[in-house]
Every structure is written in C-alpha cells, then in structure tokens.
T-cell receptor, first 113, second 115 residues
C-alpha cells in the first residue's frame, strides 16, 4: 500500500520557538493532505486541509497564523507551529488523499517545554 | 452537526474470543464510513470502508462491519481475536464533498487481548 512518512517522529522545543513538521507521500502524489491533532487518549481532530498550490483550509477554531501549512509539491506538506507554547504539545498526524482512501503518517510527538 | 460515537473506551477480550466494537454516527446524508486501527509507532491503517451497496463489508485481518441505517450504526466484528489485534480502533465518517474528505473520528476504543 501507499506510504506516508513524517519527520521528525518526535521533537522537543522551547516555548516561543517554531518547529516544522514534514509530511511526505513516498510512492504516490497527493493533491490534498490533511493535518490532525491527537490529544492523549482522545480522538484525532482535523486541523486543516492542505491543497497543493493553494492556501490551506483551516477548521473552525484553529489559528491559521499559529499553524502554518505549506503544500509546495504533490508529495510534501509541512506544518509549522509558530511561537510554540506548552499547550501546543500534542501528537500531530498527517494523511494524504489517494482517491478512495487516506493514508496516514506515523505521527509526530511535539513537546514544548 | 456530524458526529461519531464509540461508546466503549476500553474492551478486554481473551484470545480466540469474538469481538464487536460499536460505532454510531450522526450524519444527514448517506455516510461514508471507515474503521481504522492505530498501533504504537505506526500510522492509522484502514481496516474497511463503506460507501454504498452491500451493508456487510469485509476488511483486512479478518474484520468485518455491518452498516445499519435504521440504527445509525457501523459496528466492527471479528469472530476470533488474535493477540496481535490489541490496538486502538477508530470509527470515522467522511463529511466532505467526496468520500474521503474531512474525516470525523470517534474517540476510539482500546482493545486489550489476554492470552
């Protein structure tokens, strides 16, 4: 099946700094990618829809200036958490749309100290 | 608003026993329904999906699910659980303009399997 990778798999950063998370579709092209956030023992919450070559669409309540999304190519989308704070600590998961199925990356654990 | 409910947070079964994980959805139109499994260190894997047609859907790893419109349910079943099935299971509904667009996930059910 199709493979989606995320980098890094975990990251620790200091409060006030920015961190970038990459999501790559390794063996297929994805016009659309999705970014989710998962809190411990909770469900995945869709943050935004990333469309190649256009601006991302953010879900209600998600700060677009806080979570910058760039989908520069058909195989790469990035999520940048700007001026991170401890409350941004979470598990971030991306997925890539391959038609009748979304393929999910393994996730990135972000800890902000 | 669309929503997905998984009433069971945690289920424990013995290896070899049958399994049923419950999922109820709220959606105005014909839903696109999915079951995913999440194992530590791995991305969510699709077990099965329902778009239309036969309401009993067969998936990978011996799982099946039945869509019941009258009950707004899409329960996941397996006749004999293996220890490797221990994981987190998520039911999801697609709410966007096409079948895999904008998935809404339930809160998940953690499955524990005893030998």
């Amino acid at each position: 099946g199709a493979v989606v990778s995320q980098h890094p798999s975990w990251v620790i950063c200091k409060s006030g700094t920015s961190v970038k998370i990459e999501c790559r579709s390794l063996d297929f092209q994805a016009t659309t990618m999705f970014w989710y956030r998962q809190f411990p023992k909770q469900s995945l919450m869709l943050m935004a829809t990333s469309n190649e070559g256009s601006k991302a669409t953010y879900e209600q309540g998600v700060e677009k200036d806080k979570f910058l999304i760039n989908h520069a190519s058909l195989t790469l989308s990035t999520l940048t958490v700007t001026s991170a704070h401890p409350e941004d600590s979470s598990f971030y998961i991306c997925s890539a749309d391959a038609g009748e199925e979304q393929y999910f990356g393994p996730g990135t654990r972000l800890t902000v100290t | 608003a669309q929503s997905v409910t998984q009433p069971d947070i945690h289920i424990t079964v013995s290896e070899g026993a049958s399994l049923e994980l419950r999922c109820n959805y709220s959606y105005g139109a014909t839903p696109y329904l999915f079951w995913y499994v999440q194992s530590p260190g791995q991305g969510l894997q699709l077990l099965l999906k329902y778009f239309s047609g036969d309401t009993l859907v067969q998936g990978i790893k011996g799982f099946e699910a039945e869509f019941k419109r009258s009950q707004s349910s899409f329960n996941l079943r397996k006749p004999s659980v293996h220890w490797s099935d221990a994981a987190e299971y998520f039911c999801a509904v697609g709410r966007g303009s096409y079948n895999t667009d904008k998935l809404i996930f339930g809160t998940g059910t953690r499955l524990q399997v005893f030998p």
